[in-house]
């Protein structure tokens, strides 16, 4: 019993994992009054810092010739 209550509880925190950092955007972060900071190149794109208070976040935003709009790839917070 205690062993299916463990494994149902690991594979309901991996699945919400992945829902929860795919959340997390540029956008959603200006929203929250987070404030971009600095920003640098790096090979998987333009790499953005915003803060709001002690939390701080790195964003990776992606752009084509062709793109309507500059994207948020990938945003994880620095600890």
Do not use: N, W
């Amino acid at each position: 019993m205690i062993t299916r209550v463990a494994m149902a509880t690991a594979l309901a925190t991996a699945a919400t994992a992945p829902a929860l950092a795919q959340q997390v955007t540029v956008t959603s972060l200006m929203k929250d009054g987070f404030t971009l900071v600095s920003t640098i190149p790096s090979p998987a794109g333009p790499g953005l810092f915003l803060v709001k208070g002690e939390r701080m976040f790195f964003c990776v935003v992606a752009e084509t010739p062709t793109s309507i709009d500059v994207a948020t790839r990938y945003c994880k917070p620095v600890h």
